[in-house]
């Protein structure tokens, strides 16, 4: 089946950066909705989505311009690069997937595979 295995988390002073990767595996030959989603104390949030036939994203109003989604098609891996992390984005954050056929992917979709997570922690 479809494996999502997340890295790249870490502790980092407020104002530095982290880049997390999520590596694919098992997947279907399809195109999906990707997504990042974070949970701290209190309920998942969404944070950022692309689709991976055509690169389209969505990002959450609270890491617009300082969050970037990508992928490297050829390496099966998602990225999210997180530059200026404030302490609130202290999270556990999920990588997350869904097959889609078309290029509409929004963080409020069923996403249908997750994976494990990976730590972020941002001190003032």
């Known amino acids: 089946q479809v494996q999502l295995v997340e890295s790249g988390g870490g502790s980092v002073q407020a104002g530095g950066s982290l880049r997390l990767s999520c590596v694919v595996s098992g997947y279907i030959h399809s195109t999906y909705c990707m997504g990042w989603f974070r949970q701290a104390p209190g309920e998942r949030e969404g944070v950022a989505a692309i689709y991976t036939g055509g690169g389209s994203t969505y990002y959450d109003d609270s890491v617009k311009g300082r969050f970037t989604i990508s992928q490297d098609i050829a390496k099966n891996t998602l990225y999210l690069q997180m530059n200026s992390l404030k302490p609130e984005d202290t999270a556990m954050y999920y990588c997350?997937?869904?097959?889609?056929?078309?290029?509409?992917?929004?963080?409020?979709?069923?996403?249908?595979?997750w994976g494990q997570g990976t730590q972020v922690t941002v001190s003032s």
């Open positions: 997350a997937a869904r097959v889609q056929f078309y290029d509409y992917c929004t963080l409020s979709q069923r996403y249908t595979y």
